[in-house]
Nanobody, 119 residues
């Protein structure tokens, strides 16, 4: 069973970099056809897909965030990491990591991490 756990600071100051780590258990993030995403939900708003990394290491970013976002991975720790630069209060949201294997159509979600951008 694939499980995801997100972690990172819950408070970030404006202009700094938001960094969150997702730790995956139950399967390797490099296993064929997995697609690992970051999704966020601002207060009172819907879900926003931010970007993803495929099992191959290829990344895909939302055009609205591509100038500020990067997704990396540490295969030795079975983790993938979100970094969002130059944050503002508009980036306050609950951040989720999620995974899908397109060979099985199964998906898994982390618990969500509240991140507040404030000075």
């Amino acid at each position: 069973q694939v499980q995801l756990q997100g972690s990172g600071p819950g408070l970030v100051k404006p202009s700094q970099t938001l960094s969150l780590t997702c730790t995956v258990s139950g399967d390797s993030i490099t296993t064929d056809y997995y697609y690992w995403s970051w999704v966020r939900q601002p207060p009172g708003k819907g879900l926003e897909w931010m970007g993803a990394m495929a099992y191959s290491g290829n990344t895909y970013y939302s055009p609205s965030l591509e100038s500020r976002i990067s997704i990396t991975r540490d295969t030795s720790k079975n983790q993938f990491v979100l970094r969002l630069r130059s944050v503002t209060p508009a980036d306050t949201a609950v951040y989720y990591c999620a995974g899908r294997n397109y060979s099985s159509s199964c998906d898994s979600w982390g618990q969500g991490t509240q991140v507040t951008v404030s000075s």
